[in-house]
């Protein structure tokens, strides 16, 4: 919008409180900050939202894969084959056998529930979510008959235990002899302790390579599951359907949609529901600039007058107003803009001063899975709610400008 010399003069005038105006330039203020509230609010919470889901994702798929063939019983015979039937499938980048099973660990006389998880030493080496989060030992100490594992960081907060002691782990399905089956119960040394910042995942898991799960498991040669990675996890789908259909027989692929659903449903729901709930402050704040310019309108209706008299068209009134309540919106989304990236970047700070002044823990893994409070803004949906917010702020301005473009200034002057 191209205003000439004039209109630009009397926008800014118009911005600026008159005399016996300050009351509608108190309310064009709040106006400005509510918008900035909004923004920022809105910015903040759906990149926390975004970084949670991305957080998520890359610990809980760099784990368990973007998808697993799990034999039916928990067993999973000439699991050989099956891996490299997976790994000649197009779109497929890698394939590896994997064993998951809760068990029962015990230290000093104190047992914890736990899952053990046989990797193959490859993997457990490589695996990006595992080996960048070592905060004790190393993962090149976890080979096949080494007698070592690799333990979450809360489980052996839980346990007491530190590097280099031993744990001793039970399988109720053990032997069965002429008494009963008798519980199978094999010591382990700790020998890495991980924090992948997963609650869930450093409060339960235990790492050992895949032989030695399978001797503790008395699996013999098999595994419970192939672990699957793909070159696009939301294909995933229509990449593996040629696998689910040669295994059916045996085996059932599943997904990462499948094994995390309810999860990743929650928080699409929550993200929606977050930014509809967290619009409405936006909206509420246009309709204080809608207020107030109404109010300016009223108050000018004089000056309006005079300036129709003077040649001025309804057209060049229309720009004037749609300029003053779109400088209050546009100033008010980007100070809401810039103030959303100062809290992003402070997050962590924020909420621990919070949780310091209250005394509560706000943000509590065991319940938000993830130890940090993650944050993904995301270029494009910033965009988009800066666009919203200037276009909310320019719907507030129609009304009360063409209000104004409409006065007639012979009945206003008439009484002068």
């Not at 839980?158 to 001793?168: A, D, E, H, R, Y």
């Not at 789908?237 to 309810?262: C, F, H, Y």
């Not at 729901?269 to 300016?296: K, P, T, Y």
Request: glycine share 8%; net charge neutral; aromatic share 8%.
């Amino acid at each position: 919008m191209i205003l000439s010399r004039y209109e630009q003069m009397i926008a800014r005038r118009y911005l600026l409180p008159g005399k016996g105006e300050g009351f509608i330039f108190l309310v064009a203020s709040i106006s400005l900050v509510a918008v900035m509230l909004g923004v920022a609010a809105l910015i903040t919470v759906m990149s926390v939202m975004n970084g949670f889901r991305a957080e998520l994702f890359d610990k809980i798929v760099g784990l368990n894969g973007h998808a697993v063939i799990q034999g039916y019983g928990g067993r999973l015979a000439n699991w050989q084959q099956i891996a490299a039937d997976a790994r000649a499938t197009p779109g497929v980048t890698s394939a590896t056998p994997l064993i998951e099973q809760p068990q029962l660990v015990i230290y000093n006389g104190r047992p914890e529930a736990a899952v053990v998880r046989g990797m193959t030493e490859a993997d457990i080496l490589t695996n990006p979510s595992i080996k960048a989060k070592i905060v004790a030992g190393s993962l090149a100490d976890i080979r096949a008959g080494s007698g070592k594992v690799a333990i979450g960081s809360r489980l052996a907060e839980n346990l007491g235990v530190t590097l280099g002691q031993t744990i001793s782990i039970l399988n109720p399905a053990g032997r069965s002899t002429p008494f009963g089956t008798v519980p199978r119960q094999i010591a382990y040394d700790v020998g890495a302790i991980f924090e992948i910042g997963i609650y869930d995942f450093d409060d339960k898991f235990i790492i050992m390579p895949m032989q030695d799960a399978q001797t503790l498991l008395l699996l013999g040669d098999q595994v419970q599951m192939v672990e699957v990675q793909t070159t696009d996890p939301d294909k995933v789908g229509t990449i593996l359907k040629p696998i689910a259909e040669r295994v059916k027989d045996r085996a059932n692929v599943v997904d990462w949609r499948q094994m995390n659903s309810s999860l990743f449903e929650a928080l699409q729901i929550d993200r929606i529901v977050s930014f509809i709930v967290l619009s409405l402050i936006i909206l509420v704040a246009v309709f204080n600039i809608l207020s107030s310019l109404i109010m300016l309108a009223r108050a000018k209706t004089r000056d309006i007058a005079i300036l129709r008299t003077m040649g001025a068209t309804r057209r060049s009134l229309l720009r004037i107003f749609v300029t003053v309540g779109l400088a209050i919106g546009t100033t008010g989304t980007l100070a809401g803009a810039a103030l959303g990236f100062l809290i992003l970047y402070f997050r962590q700070n924020l909420l621990d001063f919070a949780q310091y002044a209250t005394g509560q823990q706000i943000w509590d893994p065991s319940i938000r899975f993830l130890s940090d409070l993650p944050s993904k803004p995301d270029p494009v949906e910033i965009v988009g709610i800066c666009l919203m917010s200037i276009g909310f702020s320019f719907l507030a301005t129609l009304y009360p400008a063409l209000k104004a473009a409409s006065t007639d200034p012979v009945e206003v002057l008439r009484y002068e």
